[in-house]
């Protein structure tokens, strides 16, 4: 049996307290318990035994990238061990351990830079975007038309306004290729020709 108890206390400090205990009963109740990692982790493997652990630790998160860490444990363990042709008692043990460890991660990532896509990156999660609409289950595609930084249309893959969808008929196959859809690029085009935007000197992503 293992119990945790991990508490806040603030944006900079916790604690933990841990303590496990087992009684093993034959090689098939082996019991391994790693309670909060350093140090003082331990495993009961003998044929009878009992064992009891007891953790506390302290945790100081210096800065978003760093943590340091104290700990303390206390391990005991009593019981019999067998060599096959009997019980042969062991004395009982008992052993202290302490710690500290420092943890680090270097983000080399600016503040803000990690949520933010660049301009090309937010363009083509557009064109994916515009892909989920495609109506054709041969292929999924997607475009969007960008000129400065500014979208001027967008389009993905599917029949012509009116008419019936891959989705809804199948698809109609001719030379392997299916002729009931439009390109993405090419609704994309429509669209803007649709609401009169010029795409002189424009980029499809
Ligand atoms: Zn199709």
Known sequence: METRLRHRLSQAFEYSLSGAACSTDGW???????????????????????AVLLQAAVSVHISPNAVLRGKYSWYSMQGEESLGTGYEETPGSSRNAWGFSLTGTWNRVRKGEEMRPSWDQYFLKLAMLASERA?????????????????????????????????????????????????????????????GVSIAGATAM
């Open 28 to 50: 098939e109740s082996r019991v391994y318990a790693y309670s909060l990692s350093f140090p003082g982790q331990f495993g009961s493997s003998a044929l009878y035994n009992k």
């Open 135 to 195: 109506t054709c289950p041969r292929m999924h595609c997607g475009c969007v038309l960008v000129r400065h930084k500014h979208v001027l249309a967008t389009g993905y893959n599917g029949s012509l306004p009116g008419l019936p969808h891959c989705d809804d008929i199948g698809c109609l196959i001719v030379n392997d290729h299916c002729i009931r859809t439009n390109h993405a690029e090419m609704n994309a085009i429509t669209q803007a020709a649709k609401n």
